[in-house]
Every structure is written in structure tokens, then in C-alpha cells.
């Protein structure tokens, strides 16, 4: 188990977008298989399984690109959902560059798959395979999501009309269906003209509310959510809409008894360096929801998860541990040398108008390494890391001088709070108080200890518990 990575990468390649269901308690994750070859040799399929997010068995590939030649020459990214008529029905987005529309770009279509299993094999059928309507570009038709309302099947699709404001015409477009075969156009589910377009879009009911997950394809690249009572809306946005961090994208979803799981893929950086630009495509990562009274999603880390993390780490950092610094920072910093992959849970008392606490990952002796931050006065946890890639011969002339990339609002008032961390290698997801997580990579490496600091104010550290996996 200690070999087992925590986040799924098919080495040496990487996971784009995921796509998955559910079957006899099995989680099958489809996900778009990226090995960055140039020329691209056109985007298959492949399927790993899971019963806990924990162990996961390869099944390698499992929808193969249909060669130069085929309008599916990228398989990308759709869904999957079971029929009346016991056939699994495979919905996916074609596409090849060489086939262009009336616009001079290339075509996105919506191609139908069917097996008789989850576990394929997967017939394609081309003669259902079709593009967009009148009204919408032929070049942004893709992401088919097909779930049943109860009466009748709808499909959304990532869409953008032919009219507006070039970066404002995103849309859901919504498609219904009596027999998963012919599909007719409707108006769309959601139609906020407000993005370039509203990516691997995702429906789900879970008791009272309906919810819209979608990608955010504009300068924030963002998965975020929407709520709403009925599928006819409107659909509102909490007061936190967004599921995680930029790193963290493409997050569909998937229920079993009563819970429900968003599994994305969590960038990589160009060069493996804090300061490179990112990526498409990287390491899978999931993280579990929580339906909070008023309809907003919490999100935390899957306990078995978490569990699977059982065998306890010296740490050299007494807890508990009280930090006093009311006009200056002060940190400590462990004496034992962490592994690369563990799950840590650290409770931290913050005291009544202190500044930023928190903890340093891949801390050196001098307390310098990766900074989660917490900041009761701007109620937000930030990651950030110190010392920063130098740029130039002037004290000043550092990366990163930019707002912080990596923050998101959490409620923090005086008291105890609670964080989680789990890292392997360079992927770091943080979790704070079950109720918001931030993922995030940090490639940089000052060395292997943890600290914990305290700015402006006095907090302590109550305790501390790191375990790595057996």
C-alpha cells in the first residue's frame, strides 16, 4: 500500500477530464487519456475502477480514438448512463482537426456508443452522431451529459450561441429524448451569458435541490456550482459557488448510498515548477460533498481516504503549542524529516483579532517552505510558499508577485479549527474544517519538516496528527 499512489496517474501519462458512474457499488471512471506525444495520435478513452477511491485497478484503454481519418479522432469528454433496456449508452464528443465547420473551425460532435456492460466493448454507432443546431457554433458542441428527469432523457451540451459578445455567449444547451437515440433541441437549461463557455457540464438531484456543476472555461478556469429547487430553475448561486481551486478542474459527479463524490484531475505546471504556466490534464483527485441546511455543498476529503493513511509519523513539533506574537511572526519548526506522502490533521485554536496562522509544509530548519495560511480577519486560507524563486539581481526581482493564485473563503472566527492535509510528491489538496478544500502542486522543496507560525496575534497548535500509509 505505502507504493500506492494517493492521487491516479496511468505513467507515464496523464488523466484529462474524467467521466464517471456508478454500477453495483463500483466506481467507473472513465477519463481522457493524455501522453502529450506530438503529433497527437488522437485521444482515446480508458477506465480505471474503485469501490473506495483508495486501490484502483487500470483497465487501460477503453474507447480508442477512431484514426486520421474519423470524425472521432479525439474521443472527448461525454458520459455514460445505463438505458431502460439494460444497454450502457456511451456518450462522447468527436472531434478531428481536419474536419471543419462554416466557420473555419474545427467540428464538435456528439457520438453514441453502446455495450452491453460498463466494461465495455463499446460499439459505435456513426449514424446517430450529430452537430449543433441552428443558433449555435459548430466549433463548441461537446461535453453531452444524459441523465433521466423522471419523464423524459436530457443531454446537456457545452454550447455557445452564434450571437453576443464573442466571450459572453456560453451556454448549457439541453436536448430531450424518449429512446437515447433521437435527440430534439430545446431551450437551454441555463443560459446566463456571462462566460466563453460552461464546460463538462453535470446535473444531479440530492434531496430537495437540484444542482448544475460546470467548468468555467473564461480567465478564471474554475468548476463551480448552482442550485435550484427544479430543473426549470432559476439557478442560484451560493455564497461560495466555486468546488475547489484553478488547479482543480473538470470535476464531474458521482453518487453511491447517499453520498456524493466530484472527481477532477489537478493540473501539472510546465518545466514541474511553481513558476510554470499550467497545464491541461494531470493527476485525478476526489473529494466528497456535504449538503449543508440552506442547500450549499461543503466539501471534504473521503474517509476511507483518509483512513487509509494509519500509521503514525514523529513529528519533533510538541503539541500542544502556543504561539504569542502580537506585533511580530513567530514560527517552530519540527526536528523529524517527513515522508513525501501523508494525510496530517492539525487542530489550531485562533485567539479573539489575531492575524494569519497556520502551518509550513516542507518546512526547513529555518521555517521556510509551503505556507497554509489561515486569515481570520480576511475570513480566507491561502497557500503560498517562501522563499520564492529568485528573478533578477534586485531584492525585489522574486516570482510570484501577483495576488495570491491559491485562496478561498472560509469562515474563521475565534476558536479552534480544524486542517487537513494530504500530500504525495508535489500534489497538495487542504481542507479546512470539512467545509472548504484547496488543491493545489508545490514543486519546490526546502526541505522535509513540518512548522507552525503565528502573525499579529497569538494562536495554538492543540494538536497534530501525521500518518502515513503502511
Not at 474554475?222 to 442560484?236: F, H, I, K, V
Not at 529568485?390 to 469562515?411: K, L, M, N, Y
Request: with cysteine.
Amino acid at each position: 500500500m505505502s507504493d500506492a499512489p494517493v492521487f491516479f496517474r496511468p505513467a507515464p501519462a496523464w488523466v484529462g477530464d474524467v467521466i464517471p458512474a456508478e454500477h453495483d457499488g463500483v466506481f467507473h471512471l472513465w477519463y481522457l487519456y493524455d501522453d502529450r506525444r506530438e503529433p497527437k495520435p488522437g485521444m482515446p478513452w480508458h477506465l480505471v475502477t474503485t469501490t473506495d477511491f483508495v486501490g484502483f485497478d487500470d483497465r487501460g484503454e477503453a474507447v480508442a480514438s477512431g484514426g486520421p481519418e474519423s470524425e472521432d479522432f479525439n474521443v472527448y469528454t461525454g458520459s455514460v448512463a445505463e438505458g431502460p433496456d439494460v444497454t450502457w449508452h456511451l456518450f462522447s464528443t468527436a472531434q478531428n482537426p481536419g474536419r471543419r465547420g462554416a466557420d473555419g473551425r474545427p467540428l464538435q460532435l456528439v457520438a453514441h456508443a453502446t455495450s452491453a456492460t460498463p466494461d465495455g466493448p463499446w460499439r459505435k454507432h456513426p449514424e446517430l452522431t450529430f452537430g449543433a443546431p441552428d443558433g449555435y457554433e459548430s466549433g463548441d458542441w461537446r461535453d453531452p451529459f444524459v441523465f433521466h428527469d423522471g419523464v423524459n432523457w436530457r443531454m446537456l451540451v457545452a454550447a455557445r450561441h452564434t450571437d453576443g459578445p464573442d466571450r459572453r455567449r456560453g451556454t448549457v444547451a439541453q436536448l430531450v429524448s424518449e429512446d437515447l437515440r433521437a435527440w430534439t433541441p430545446v431551450e437551454p437549461l441555463w443560459d446566463p451569458r456571462r462566460f466563453v463557455a460552461h464546460e463538462c457540464p453535470d446535473v444531479f438531484r440530492w434531496n430537495d435541490w437540484w444542482y448544475l456543476v460546470y467548468s468555467e472555461f473564461s480567465d478564471s478556469f474554475c468548476t463551480r456550482y448552482r442550485m435550484a429547487r427544479s430543473l426549470e430553475g432559476p439557478w442560484l448561486a451560493p455564497d461560495d459557488d466555486a468546488i475547489d481551486t484553478r488547479a482543480f478542474y473538470a470535476a464531474k459527479t458521482v453518487g453511491r448510498d447517499g453520498r456524493r463524490f466530484f472527481v477532477g484531475w489537478i493540473a501539472t505546471r510546465e518545466g514541474d515548477s511553481d513558476d510554470g504556466r499550467w497545464q491541461w490534464a494531470g493527476t485525478m483527485s476526489v473529494l466528497e460533498a456535504a449538503q449543508r441546511p440552506d442547500g450549499s455543498l461543503a466539501f471534504h476529503l473521503p474517509a476511507e481516504l483518509t483512513a487509509s493513511f494509519d500509521v503514525p509519523v514523529a513529528t519533533g513539533l510538541p503539541s500542544p503549542l502556543t504561539l504569542s506574537a502580537s506585533d511580530s511572526y513567530r514560527a517552530v519548526v519540527g526536528t523529524e524529516e517527513l515522508p513525501d506522502r501523508f494525510h496530517l490533521r492539525a487542530q489550531i485554536d485562533i485567539a479573539v483579532g489575531s492575524g494569519p496562522v497556520g502551518l509550513v509544509l516542507r518546512s526547513d530548519a529555518e521555517g521556510e517552505g509551503g505556507i497554509v495560511q489561515l486569515e481570520p480577519r480576511r475570513h480566507r486560507v491561502v497557500f503560498d510558499r517562501w522563499p520564492r524563486t529568485v528573478t533578477g539581481a534586485e531584492q525585489w526581482q522574486i516570482s510570484g508577485d501577483v495576488p495570491f493564485e491559491f485562496e478561498r473563503p472560509v469562515r474563521l472566527d475565534a476558536g479552534r479549527h480544524t486542517i487537513d492535509v494530504l500530500t504525495d510528491g508535489e500534489v497538495v489538496v487542504v481542507v479546512v474544517d470539512d467545509q472548504v478544500a484547496l488543491s493545489t502542486r508545490f514543486y519546490a522543496r526546502s526541505g522535509s519538516r513540518i512548522g507552525f507560525f503565528a502573525s499579529d496575534g497569538e494562536a495554538s497548535l492543540a494538536s497534530l496528527i501525521i500518518n502515513r500509509r503502511d
